[in-house]
């Protein structure tokens, strides 16, 4: 009992950093979910790629294919022990997104093909009729402060 309120107080004391945000189900509502995404990615101090790209790919199929007429899709950002969750809900449960390459001639069907090529792990989780939730994970780890330059160490020597 007493390692349970040990680890529910760890928990509270260093709380998971969690973004959420409703949109229109529309190719301005996808557009101002990268942009949102994006603002998010920079306040949490992390790199805006591959997040920014794999948010755009989610919200974008969101918008076109989750769309149903005055409904809006959910945009969740979740970042817990190094890992980025990108979580796009909409309400076509119906239309779960299925990996696919299409013929090369093809001028679209290729965004899963990149959201499996930029994150770690990706998945559909159903849940109460009718709405399906489309999830990125993405190790992700606090950008390297870049040395100045200025000072003795790290000065680049000269031969003589």
Do not use: Y
């Not at 449960?93 to 001639?105: G, K, N, S, T």
């Not at 993405?138 to 003589?160: I, N, Y």
Request: charged share 25%.
């Amino acid at each position: 009992m007493n390692d349970e309120k040990a680890e529910t107080t760890a928990q509270l004391d260093h709380p998971v950093p969690v973004f959420s945000v409703l949109l229109s189900s529309t190719r301005r509502g996808a557009r101002l979910a990268r942009l949102l995404a994006e603002s998010q990615l920079r306040d949490w101090g992390l790199p805006l790629d591959p997040g920014r790209l794999l948010v755009a790919e989610l919200a974008a199929n969101a918008a076109s294919h989750g769309r149903v007429a005055g409904r809006d899709f959910r945009l969740t950002l979740r970042l817990a022990g190094g890992v980025l969750r990108i979580e796009v809900a909409d309400t076509r449960r119906e239309r779960l997104p299925v990996l696919q390459r299409p013929p090369v001639d093809d001028e679209s069907g290729r965004g899963l093909l990149l959201v499996d090529v930029l994150a770690d792990r990706w998945g559909v989780t159903e849940g109460l009729f009718p709405r399906k939730t489309v999830w990125a994970e993405l190790r992700c780890t606090r950008p390297e402060p870049v040395p100045s330059g200025s000072g003795d160490s790290g000065a680049l020597s000269q031969g003589t």
